[in-house]
């Protein structure tokens, strides 16, 4: 699997200041904390970040697309930015376009399970056709060796806040009907899988292909399925040759809903799926 270590330079979007939680993180930052605080204070800001609605994030925003911006200067650039993201990662903030272009991201580092990922990721299509894009992977034991507990990917939203604030729009208009939806999942069956997904499918902002130890072990790829707020609403499982297929027919117009119900039956069958509450 390609690397996502990389000595590149930022892309033009991706210049500090130009990325909504820049914004966010250098209108909140207490500059009167100490500076051995500073990891601490940004791994505070990203859930107060991801609770804001993307109408809420809107004059964050506002302010990165009027780039450079006053509060974006050299030494809080150096500060509250630069130390906490690689360039890799903040590039593929600027680029991300959602559950079109899934990110990959790899947990697994245990020695004795590298001949077993090198074998799944060859599956992975990375590079090829619908597969993985290759600067959407994020493979890089120094960043993002988690551990193998059920919910240690969560931590790449330490490293990218804005990976699930994917929604596209630049006046509240754009913005209001998410909240509405949001509103409308009360009524919703959690318990009924189909309804639920069917409401979800509205929601998803951004898949996540998670492979950690237990989908190595059992050669099938997690997708995680995140709302605005970073939330998992949905989870299943596929085998790595069907990702290419799967993501070809979200391309084609196949909402998240049917391409679930598709991968999850007959010929594609062992992607085991489990819905996971907000």
Not at 27 to 32: C, G, L, P, T
Not at 101 to 121: D, F, G, I, K, Q
């Amino acid at each position: 699997m390609a690397s996502s270590v990389s000595s590149a330079s930022l892309k033009e979007d991706a210049e500090y200041g130009k990325l909504d939680f820049d914004q966010f993180a250098l209108a909140n930052w207490d500059y009167s904390r100490s500076v051995s605080e500073d990891k601490q204070q940004w791994e505070e800001l990203v859930p107060q970040f991801l609770a804001l609605t993307p109408l809420q994030r809107l004059p964050y925003r506002v302010l990165a697309s009027s780039y450079p911006t006053p509060a974006a200067t050299p030494d809080r650039v150096a500060r509250v930015l630069a130390p906490h993201q690689t360039t890799w990662e903040r590039n593929l903030a600027a680029s991300n376009s959602g559950s079109y272009s899934p990110v990959l991201l790899r947990t697994c580092y245990a020695p004795e399970l590298e001949e077993a990922y090198r074998l799944l990721a060859e599956q992975c299509e990375i590079g090829r056709g619908f597969g993985v894009e290759p600067d959407m992977v994020l493979d890089n034991p120094a960043r993002y060796n988690f551990g193998s507990h059920r919910d240690a990917w969560k931590n790449i939203l330490i490293c990218i806040p804005t990976l699930p604030d994917t929604l596209c729009g630049s006046v509240e208009e754009d913005f209001e009907w998410y909240g509405a939806v949001l509103e409308e999942g009360r009524g919703v069956d959690v318990e009924d899988d189909s309804a639920w997904l069917e409401h979800a499918s509205d929601l998803f902002t951004m898949l996540v292909y998670v492979v950690d130890d237990e989908a190595v072990r059992e050669g099938l790829v997690k997708m995680k399925w995140l709302d605005a707020h970073g939330r998992c609403i949905w989870e299943n499982r596929i085998p790595p040759n069907r990702l290419a297929p799967f993501r070809g027919g979200l391309m084609g117009g196949t909402s998240p809903g049917e391409a679930v119900e598709t991968f999850s039956r007959g010929e594609n069958a062992g992607a085991r799926n489990a819905v996971l509450r907000p």
